[in-house]
Each structure stands twice: as C-alpha cells, then as structure tokens.
C-alpha cells in the first residue's frame, strides 16, 4: 500500500498533475527505459470533454517522463469503436504524440501471449507485459457493465481482440486477473471533466477539475469510487480484486495526501436510472452529429 494524492486542478493542469506524482513520491522511473502508457481511448470523439483521457494530462505525463527517457510509447487496442489507429488519429491523439515525439502503437498488431481466465482465454500483448515502466491513464466514468470505469477497467483495452463486448459477461474475473498479471508504475486518473450516468460513452459531464494519482489500481479505484459516491463493495470487479489480496478496499485505510477527498465527494448519477436515460439524450445527439 503507498501514498495516493488527490490535487485540484485550476488554469494549469501540468502543474496539478506534477503535483499529485510529485505527491506519491515522484515518477520513480530508471532512466533510459521504456514507458508504455495506456490512456482511455475508447471512442473518437470527446463530447464535452467527457469521453476520453484529456489530452492535457498525457502531455503531461510524457513531458514528466521526457525528463527520464526518450523511450515513451502509447498504446491501444482495436475495439467495436474501431481500430485503435483510427480512434487516435480521428480524437487528435496521433498529432499531440506526433507533436511531442512520441510513438503510438496498436496493440491488436503486437506480438501476443495467450492467457486464460477460468474457461476463457485472452491474448496479452508483450508490449506491455514487458514494460520496464508501466503508466495507467484512466478517465473519472461510470459504465453500464461495470457501475464505475477507473484504472482496472481501463486495462480492457489491452486484450487482442476487437469484439471485447463478448468478453462482458466475464469482466468480474478478467478484469482483476489483469490488474494482477500487469504491474503499475503510476497512475493519473484524469477526473477534470468526468462522466456519470449512461456511460461509458453516453453519459453526462460532471466536473470535478482533480487529478487523482498513486501506484496500487485497486487503492486507486476504491478512492475514486468513495468520492463519486460509490461504495467499492458494489463493484463486481473491486470486490475481486480484494478477494486476491491486490490491495485495501476500504478507504478508511489508505494514505491519501493533497486535498480532504472527503470534501470533494460528490454522488454520481449511476447507468441507467431514468434520469441518466433522459440526460443522455443530449450526449447522444453531440456523439452522432459532431
């Protein structure tokens, strides 16, 4: 268990993530190896802002690491929204890499190690299995599927297969073995502008202007859970994960340094309540038109 920070977020979201990794202890980082990072990029478009990993906070994250290393690699894998090419090329995702130096690659192209869960199995890419540095950069979201999407959720973008959606009725297990089998160096949950209700695409923006950051996405699930009004225990995943012994899943029991979390909370509204349902119809119609 170490240290997570939770920091506002004002004019200069480079000086709050700074902040928040500074918190934890700084990057942690040998210097020279390679960092993979895995943002949220689950969608091509971002209506209001809501959707996918803020661009703000990646560049913030390379420009950290830049400090360290010259090898920085980004990574997503194709999914029902489309390849992964052609998610960060039509968000914006490749220009700001481009921009920065940094490479992109997607990870349905990798080469694969095959694991299995229970009765499934799953393609992992090495990739990321063997990074040197490992950063995990969620978004702030609830979901359908899984009533919050943080940090383990965010791995579901790693198995090899584009039709993901079939491995839903399974994600209580294979969302924890992934959060076992892969080992974080950092994570920065991106929860400036969040989403609640239908999400994970769909739902409605809330802002929270925080950054949110630590090491252990079990511990840093459970602390943003609590602070969108969550219990941990009613997520399906959560619950797993603490089941094999990969952190604390009551908050009362984590460090957490910077800002009072407790008087930030602020209930979100879950998937698929009526009023979720009514709220989205203006997400949809920006998701489809813009």
């Known amino acids: 268990m170490g240290k997570l920070a939770v920091v506002k977020v004002d ?15 700084g990057l942690g980082i040998k210097r020279g190896c390679r960092a993979v990072l895995k943002p949220n990029i689950c969608y091509p478009k971002n209506p209001y802002g809501m959707v996918i990993t803020d661009f703000r906070v990646i560049e913030a994250v390379i420009r950290l690491l830049q400090g360290e290393t010259d090898d920085i690699v980004v990574v997503e894998s194709d999914s029902i929204s489309g390849t992964a090419d052609r998610r960060a090329e039509r968000s ?10 940094v490479e992109f690659m997607n990870l349905s192209r990798d080469e694969g190690e095959v694991h299995r869960v229970n009765d499934i199995e799953i393609r ?10 490992f950063v995990n950069l969620p978004k702030m979201k609830t979901s359908g ?6 940090s383990i959720k965010n791995l579901f973008g790693l198995p090899m297969r584009g039709d993901k959606k079939k491995l839903h009725p399974h994600l209580d297990e294979i969302l924890p073995y992934l959060a076992r089998v892969i080992r974080h160096d950092l994570i920065v949950v991106d929860a400036i502008t969040a989403m609640e209700g239908n999400g994970p695409v769909i739902g409605t923006p809330k802002e929270m202007d925080l950054i949110i950051a630590g090491r252990n996405p079990l511990e840093v699930d459970v602390l943003c859970a609590n602070m969108m009004g969550i219990n941990p225990k009613e997520v399906g995943h959560l619950v797993r994960a603490y089941e094999l012994g990969l952190g ?15 008087s930030l909370v602020t209930p979100f509204e879950r998937p698929y309540s009526f009023k979720a349902s009514m709220r989205s119809i203006q997400s949809v119609l920006r998701v489809l038109l813009d």
């Open 11 to 25: 004019e200069d979201v480079e000086r709050a993530v700074e902040e928040a990794v500074d918190l934890i202890g």
């Open 92 to 101: 914006g995702l490749l220009d700001l890499l481009s921009s920065l130096g």
């Open 124 to 133: 992992l890419p090495k990739t990321v299995l063997e990074a040197d540095y």
């Open 145 to 150: 599927p899984t009533l919050v999407t943080l």
């Open 248 to 262: 604390e899943i009551d908050v009362g029991t984590l460090e957490v340094v910077g800002e009072d979390w407790r």
